[in-house]
């Protein structure tokens, strides 16, 4: 932190306010004019040495009296206000927006690169729904079932009933994207034959993932907003509970994200060995599909880390509402 001072003034006064008992705040202080800088300072029992530029550790009360006398301490009221009065706060805007903005680049990139290698055509002319076909056979799997959905990159596919879902953009296309978005379906449906564990804990979280991620984080601000409005000390303790109910909930679907990131990979590391091991693509044609895999397997970890930091938003706005 840097605080512009233009008078040695204003140090004596920081040292005439007597003692105050607050945890220590590191600051930068900056004289205008170097001849008012004293040749040293007591403060914090530490003398410290003479150049312009000086460093002090200052008592947190001393810096709660110093920044009112700064023009951004009243921008950052402003700004307060602002935020306040369209439903945010500053954890909102220090964690949680980097990471929507990080899932809007990943968004966008996947998308770019499969639109990049969907006018790339597969060499041996395979089809998405045709290469599943070939590597579920080559891996012993004729229990599922290959579906023709609607949407673009709606690809999934559903353990419950054991349908490889393909997107029109996937299905009849003969691109090595296609190709590439077809395999990784297949690569969940070979963990699902497999028994790998985290697609079974996956599967078994969706259920109080699904109600936690709708109704966790509307849970826990309606009982921030109900226990800052009551005066009533029951009233709070209930709006306090509330609000770990909330978090519990929303916990469970941010464990949900974070299970889903090695089921994707693993998927797309299987994907690419069943492409070179059956001779479906080529090792050149494996690359364009690496770049596909790797640019959705972003979207994941960008969706997790907003997960992670909209919990974290919600466990310090708790704390601080029980501190207030």
């Known amino acids: 932190m840097y605080i512009i001072l233009s008078s040695k ?34 403060l914090n029992q530490k ?35 602002f935020l306040n009065a369209i439903g945010l706060d500053w ?5 949680v927006v980097p990471t929507l903005i990080l899932s809007l680049i990943a968004s966008a990139a996947v998308k770019s690169r499969f639109e990049e290698y969907s006018r790339v055509p597969s060499k041996k002319g395979v089809s998405g729904a045709q290469a599943a076909q070939i590597l579920m056979r080559a891996n012993g799997i004729s229990d599922v079932r290959i579906n023709h959905i609607a949407g673009n990159l709606t690809d999934n596919y559903n353990s419950g009933d054991k349908t490889l879902n393909l ?10 994207a296609a190709v590439g978005v077809a ?23 969706y ?21 800052a409005a009551t005066q009533n000390q029951a009233l709070y303790g209930i709006s306090g509970l ?11 679907a941010v464990l949900f994200y974070l299970v889903t990131l090695p089921v994707e990979f693993d998927a797309s590391r299987r994907a690419l060995v069943i ?29 997790a880390l907003t997960a992670v930091a909209s919990l974290i938003r919600l466990v310090l706005l708790s704390r601080r509402n029980r501190r207030n």
């Open 91 to 95: 954890y909102y805007l220090v964690l």
């Open 9 to 42: 003034n204003w140090v004596q006064t920081i040292l005439k306010n007597g003692p105050l008992f607050y945890p220590p705040w590191t600051v930068r202080l900056f004289f205008l004019n170097p001849s008012d800088a004293p040749h040293h300072c007591a």
């Open 242 to 252: 509330v609000v770990k109910i909330g978090i519990i909930l929303y916990a469970a």
């Open 207 to 227: 259920p109080v993932a699904n109600i936690g991620s709708r109704f966790g984080p509307t849970l826990a601000i309606l009982g921030l907003i109900f226990g």
């Open 183 to 205: 395999a990784h379906e297949t690569g969940h449906a070979i963990q699902h034959k497999t028994g790998y564990g985290p697609l079974g804990l996956r599967h078994s979280l």
């Open 275 to 303: 492409l070179r091991e059956t001779g479906t693509l080529d090792s050149s044609e494996l690359e364009g599909v690496k770049k596909v895999l790797w640019a959705a397997a972003m979207t994941y970890v960008a969706s």
């Open 47 to 81: 003398t410290l040495a003479k150049p312009t530029v000086w460093n002090y550790t200052l008592l947190y009360g001393i810096w709660q009296r110093l920044k009112t006398r700064f023009v951004f301490h009243r921008l950052e009221g402003k700004l307060m206000n």
């Open 167 to 176: 997107s029109s953009s996937t299905y009849s296309s003969t691109s090595i």
